[in-house]
């Protein structure tokens, strides 16, 4: 009887890990600015990865083919390819607990009910909707941490937005899981402190060039989801 009672546990234990780790797939549309990608997710309770999706892109990104952001939600970390100007960063990241406020707002999104909330998350305010019926919670690049899965958000200033275009519930193959271990990561902390001293040396290099006179009307602004660095972030950026 003993034996039986452990073979029943060792089937169960297996079934529920089948059911944990069930992969689901979703593409994006992803607008920045002027600009639309594609995205997509791959994700489960424990683990996701967000990548470019070259073979069906509709702005060919050459740089964007071996960026990926991975979160391990049992470390509550993300990992994430990053850049400053040509520099590419290597970052590391909290899954940042972002602090939503739910609505009673809804809307049927690639045939499932959705619920809206919103959030600020560094510097920028957000409308999502999620899927209370889809037991993930997460989302698009650094977004989640709502009842389900997030379908769709935008910034309020509409410079930012993902959209689902396809679900796959049952996705049977893996997800590319990057070898984080092999590439120095930075903190969020460092990468603000970089991203700061890059962009000044950069201005202070084109200053002295000589290049830029009193009548060029040069500007310059860095179109990023996150607000590290308002004077070239805000508005029209910064003007000399």
């Keep these: 009887m003993r034996k039986f009672h452990s073979i029943y546990t060792l089937i169960f234990f297996f079934a529920y890990l089948e059911i944990y780790s069930q992969n689901i797939r979703i593409d994006y549309f992803v607008e920045s600015g002027e600009k639309v990608y594609r995205n997509y997710l791959i994700t489960n309770e424990r683990e996701s990865i967000w990548k470019y999706l070259s073979e069906d892109a509709l702005v060919q990104e050459d740089h964007l083919e071996n960026e990926y952001l991975y979160k391990n939600y049992d470390d509550n970390m993300l990992y994430k390819t990053d850049g400053i100007f040509n520099q590419k960063i290597y970052l590391a990241d909290s899954l940042n607990q972002i602090k939503w406020t ?22 920028r305010s957000y409308t999502a909707w999620y899927a209370p019926s889809i037991h993930v919670s997460n989302g698009p690049w650094k ?15 509409k ?54 006179d009193d009548d060029s009307n040069f500007k310059i602004r860095i ?15 910064i003007t000399y």
Aim: aromatic share 10%.
């Design 159 to 212: 410079l930012f937005k993902y959209y689902a275009s396809e679900l796959d519930e049952n996705y049977t193959k893996g997800m590319d899981i990057p070898d984080i271990k092999s590439e120095h990561f930075i903190s969020w902390s460092e990468f603000k402190d970089k991203f700061k001293s890059v962009v000044n040396n950069y201005l202070k290099s084109v200053r002295a060039s000589g290049v830029i």
């Design 223 to 237: 179109l990023a989801p996150e607000i590290i660095y308002s004077k070239v972030q805000d508005k029209e950026g």
């Design 143 to 157: 977004l989640g941490g709502l009842p389900g899965l997030i379908l769709e958000a935008q910034t309020d200033d």
């Design 102 to 123: 739910l609505t009673n707002e809804t809307r049927i999104i690639l045939g499932k009910k959705c619920q809206s909330a919103r959030a600020i998350f560094r510097g």
